[in-house]
């Protein structure tokens, strides 16, 4: 399958090999949005905001006519918090105990824009989660591993070996649900 060309306007390595396995071409081109910015009462309110603020981003600096834009973004929550980017290893240890034993919902959000769709989509994915051996979490966080992820983990590092069950598309919680997007591109 041949899918048009696409201009990824994220840095992030996940959503670029996402949409290489899946056949996509596309350019990456980050776009600079500052999520601190946001103001959200729900972990959904939040991605959309941070997805539209990338978007509206996106509009400015290229034109989707010629190519179109895809924008997206993810947030990681459990107990009803978002769980951010650790800022140091004790904020880390206590967003990685948040989730341990329980379910954490990894929520992603994608704006596609081509001359003639926009496509908005917010999927969520959750992982049940056993409880975090106590030694292997202070061995991951020494590793400092953590640093720049949202959740402090990625499900396919620290955090696979705990997971019981998993519901939803593995690539939502990589950043990008592709099987909602390929039927329209």
């Known amino acids: 399958m041949s899918f048009q060309r696409i201009r990824l306007c994220s840095q992030s390595p996940s959503r670029s090999l996402l949409l290489r396995k899946a056949g996509v071409r596309f350019i990456q081109s980050p776009v600079e949005y500052d999520e601190e910015l946001i103001k959200a009462d729900s972990p959904k309110n939040f991605v959309y905001q ?10 400015k600096a290229y034109n989707y006519k010629k190519l179109p834009l895809l924008c997206a973004d993810t947030v990681v929550t459990s107990q009803n918090k978002i769980l ?5 290893i004790d904020d880390a240890r206590k967003i990685l105990l948040t989730q341990s034993g329980n379910i954490t919902s990894i929520i992603s959000c994608m704006i596609y824009k081509s001359s003639k769709l926009e496509l908005i989509d917010i999927s969520s994915t959750d992982y049940i989660f056993s409880d975090f051996d106590t030694d292997d979490l202070e061995r991951y966080l020494a590793s400092g591993e953590w640093k720049g992820k949202a959740g402090g983990c990625m499900v396919e590092g620290f955090c696979k070996p705990y997971i019981k069950e998993v519901r939803g598309y593995e690539s939502c919680a990589m950043g990008l649900s592709v099987e909602k997007l390929l039927p329209w591109i």
Request: glycine share 6%; no cysteine; hydrophobic share 40%.
């Open 50 to 59: 941070a997805t539209l603020g990338k978007y509206q981003a996106a509009l």
């Open 84 to 88: 951010r980017k650790a800022k140091d």
